[in-house]
């Protein structure tokens, strides 16, 4: 019984928040699969592995790096 009252709320739970974000996507002119995506990738720090530990880096330091390595950059 208590598996069935904590999986209705946890239902209706889940139906006011995927309504929040397709309020909040609507109103960017976004789709929510689009919202989705962009607040995944920007949901915690990024690593690189190296060797046997890991490395924290700032994912637009390595794009600016890499435009600069590869000539991409908006200067020219």
Same mark, same amino acid.
């Given at each position: 019984?208590h %598996?069935v009252?904590?999986?209705?709320? #946890? ?12 309020? =909040? %996507?609507?109103?960017? /002119?976004?789709?929510? *699969? @689009?919202?989705? =995506? @962009?607040?995944? =990738? ?6 690189h %592995? +190296? /060797?046997? /530990? *890991? +490395? ?5 330091? +390595?794009? #600016?790096? &890499?435009?600069? &390595? ?7």
């Amino acid at each position: 019984m208590h %598996a069935v009252v904590w999986s209705r709320c #946890h239902r209706r739970r889940d139906r006011s928040f995927v309504s929040q974000h397709r309020q =909040a %996507a609507t109103l960017l /002119g976004q789709t929510l *699969r @689009q919202l989705t =995506a @962009q607040r995944a =990738a920007r949901a915690g720090p990024k690593y690189h %592995a +190296i /060797g046997l /530990g *890991r +490395i924290r880096y700032n994912t637009a330091d +390595i794009l #600016h790096r &890499r435009s600069i &390595r590869y000539g991409l950059s908006d200067d020219s």
